[in-house]
């Protein structure tokens, strides 16, 4: 526009700038907010990191007893023709080809009408007659068609309801109050719980059928051993009593039977008549050996805090285990074997196995048995004590030069590491004062972890073994962590997802991701039940399994399924506010796009706040969270920016979803609550704005 000799122009509008952000840094409630990484959180519940950074919200767990997983279960639709009434829990039986099946759901695809079946004997035949309790209510049109879920959507939906019509079939341990521990040997999982009327613990074995107690046997004390050797299958009879045993298990716990002084217990199943005071035979091999009265069945006192661990001593792998209120014990899967050190309060605290000996605890003392020997504690054969300082809550064992290792024996309020190869050479040394370790919380990935009176706490060796270097890891969330740190409930790893994994009391937890010996973020966790006990184990094929034990007696598995066995898990992400390097300027905030990645149906919503969220200042959009939906195939990266809104040529309705307001900074929200869908990875998000003014 010409005004005289004056020109006048329209300001142009500035183009809009554009910033990565990188999803990283995890959970951090202690960083002032101008100082917090854009890409870290400050609120969060059940995500956890990728070794490679970005946010992916956890697997689900699901209840366990030996049989098939629920979530590896598979389903079928089954084209039908309805004459009558097909109800979700039906068992329908083919007329003609006698095969049964479960409904878990009905549906129509146009005019076809179909079943959702799961637990199918085997096919239907075309057009056959479909009976429910012996009333025919229907016919098939074709064969079933297996996970013939037509969208992923109806697919994962499918799965889930094939799961829970599997999950009602896996049982608790049978008896009542809390799984008390849970051992692990072969690839089968064991579990102990009080029985029925709290009298006695039990021990059962996850089978193909579920839960089986396994018979603890009986036990029967020998002294004056001959010049016989006893050996496991030898059948022992009375002299007197003509009773007779088949030995299982020989606990040689002093002297030896080459020297006629050998004395211990004798273990076996079972027993045909009853054993007195007298010599025993095996054979023509009289006397050789005396007892003093029958055998008495091996019981164990209820309500113990079990610990177990694996190792070979004697030839095979065994579980050694212990648990406050019994003997400690040996069990090879079928033979359950108490171990008697000797002590006069012979109920060991914590259980390792160091230098080919078997190491207990009794509160600040350790004891362990002779090299090779678990069932011998005689000082003559290489057993020995050692005291420290404080009661003791742990033991870990520390990686050193040439295959030699040390032994971290953790106290309550200090640390010990025990140096040398036997009893010749044991060299106990004070840590550090400072460095005590909470029950329930030592685990070792590379580097030992444990929760301390500074939170959660790693130790590793240096270069030069014999050297030890402590860090705290925990800072970002030690506000926190100072509340709950004496209430840890149990705590395992993830060997897969390099992570230690620590849970409380109130069903709440952090995972707490390493890589390369670096933290790459911790992360809470809230879960829908109790974890009373839990283990983390290598299975023979390489593969892990992650177990723990409820309050209610059931046994689950960890990182399995799309749901806490059966319940929605919520999640969120909560980030700090996002300036773009500018915290006084002002922007309007224009798009957003988000890096996702998954498989199958995916969905969550994604809302944000403005200016701190600080309603005094402006309206808040995040009133109103936006549902996202997708579907997406295996490793197929996706990238959703609000303005288009599309997913894989799919566009979902509202088309346009982009981000408004104006404000210093934004803060993105994403939640889920589902119980259909597997984990999607949130790596990052292009963000789109206008720059407008310099706040006042």
């Not at 606990?251 to 045909?272: C, H, K, N, P, V």
């Not at 090879?332 to 160091?354: E, K, L």
């Not at 829908?528 to 892990?544: M, Q």
């Not at 195939?633 to 920016?641: K, M």
Request: with cysteine.
């Amino acid at each position: 526009m010409r005004l005289g000799n004056r020109i006048s122009q329209v300001p142009r509008t500035p183009p809009p700038q554009y910033n990565y952000l990188a999803f990283q840094g995890g959970l951090d409630e202690t960083v002032p907010p101008w100082e917090a990484d854009p890409g870290s959180l400050r609120e969060s519940q059940n995500f956890e990191m990728g070794l490679d950074g970005g946010y992916r919200d956890i697997q689900g767990y699901e209840r366990y007893d030996g049989r098939p997983s629920p979530s590896a279960q598979n389903y079928a639709l089954l084209n039908v023709t309805i004459t009558g009434t097909f109800t979700v829990g039906d068992t329908i039986t083919g007329v003609t080809s006698t095969e049964t099946a479960v409904v878990i759901s009905t549906g129509t695809s146009g005019a076809q009408a179909y079943l959702v079946i799961t637990k199918d004997t085997g096919a239907f035949n075309v057009s056959e007659d479909l009976q429910v309790s012996g009333v025919t209510e229907g016919n098939t049109d074709d064969t079933q068609v297996p996970n013939g879920g037509s969208t992923p959507f109806l697919q994962a939906t499918y799965k889930s309801l094939t799961a829970n019509e599997y999950r009602s079939d896996i049982g608790a341990i049978p008896g009542a109050g809390s799984v008390l521990g849970i051992g692990f040997l072969s690839s089968v999982v064991y579990g102990f719980r009080n029985n029925v009327g709290n009298t006695e613990a039990d021990l059962y074995k996850a089978t193909a059928a579920g839960w089986v107690k396994v018979p603890l046997g009986r036990e029967l004390p020998f002294t004056g051993g001959g010049s016989y050797i006893v050996a496991e299958g030898d059948t022992i009879t009375g002299a007197i009593s003509g009773a007779t045993a088949v030995i299982t298990r020989i606990s040689l716990e002093s002297g030896s039977w080459e020297g006629d002084d050998g004395s211990g217990r004798l273990i076996f199943a079972s027993q045909t008549g009853t054993f007195q005071s007298e010599n025993l035979d095996v054979g023509a091999n009289l006397n050789v050996a005396t007892i003093a009265a029958d055998s008495t069945a091996i019981t164990l006192l209820p309500g113990g805090d079990y610990e177990t661990v694996r190792a070979n001593l004697l030839g095979s792998s065994r579980i050694y285990g212990c648990d406050k209120l019994n003997r400690g014990f040996e069990f090879d899967g079928t033979v359950f074997a108490p171990i008697a050190t000797g002590m006069v309060d012979d109920t060991p605290d914590h259980v390792v196995v160091h230098n080919n000996s078997l190491f207990f605890s009794f509160d600040n003392s350790i004891q362990h048995s002779g090299t090779g020997k678990p069932f011998n504690w005689e000082p003559i054969l290489g057993a020995a004590e050692i005291a420290t300082e404080d009661l003791i809550t742990g033991f870990a064992i520390q990686p050193g030069e040439s295959g030699d290792s040390a032994l971290l024996i953790l106290n309550a309020n200090l640390a010990h590491v025990l140096y040398g190869n036997s009893v010749l050479d044991w060299n106990l040394v004070e840590f550090r004062d400072e460095v005590g370790a909470y029950e329930n919380s030592i685990q070792t990935l590379g580097e030992t972890f444990f929760m301390g009176q500074w939170g959660v706490t790693s130790l590793k060796t240096t270069q030069k073994f014999g050297n030890f270097v402590t860090s705290t890891v925990s800072d970002k969330v030690r506000e926190t962590i100072n509340i709950k740190k004496t209430e840890i409930s149990s705590s395992l790893i993830s060997r897969a997802k390099s992570q230690y994994r620590v849970y409380f009391n109130d069903k709440s937890g952090y995972h707490i991701t390493i890589a390369n010996g670096k933290l790459v973020g911790i992360m809470p966790i809230v879960l829908s039940h109790s974890i009373e006990t839990s283990i983390s184990v290598e299975k023979a094929d390489g593969s892990e399994g992650m177990y723990f034990g409820s309050d209610a007696g059931i046994v689950y598995e960890l990182d399995k399924g799309t749901s806490f066995d059966g319940i929605k898990i919520e999640a969120s992400l909560v980030f700090h506010y996002h300036n773009m390097g500018t915290p006084r300027f002002k922007k309007r905030w224009m798009s957003c796009a988000l890096e996702v990645s998954g498989s199958g149906y995916g969905e969550f919503f994604f809302a944000y706040d403005l200016g701190y969220g600080d309603v005094r200042k402006m309206p808040q959009p995040s009133s109103t969270a936006y549902p996202v939906q997708t579907e997406f195939l295996e490793s197929r990266w996706d990238e959703v920016v609000w303005d288009a809104f599309t997913w894989d040529g799919v566009t979902l309705e509202p088309s346009r979803l982009g981000l408004s307001g104006s404000a210093e900074n934004m803060g993105i929200i994403i939640r889920k609550n589902s119980d259909i869908m597997n984990p999607l990875a949130y790596s990052g998000a292009f963000i789109r704005y206008l720059n407008r003014r310099y706040l006042r």
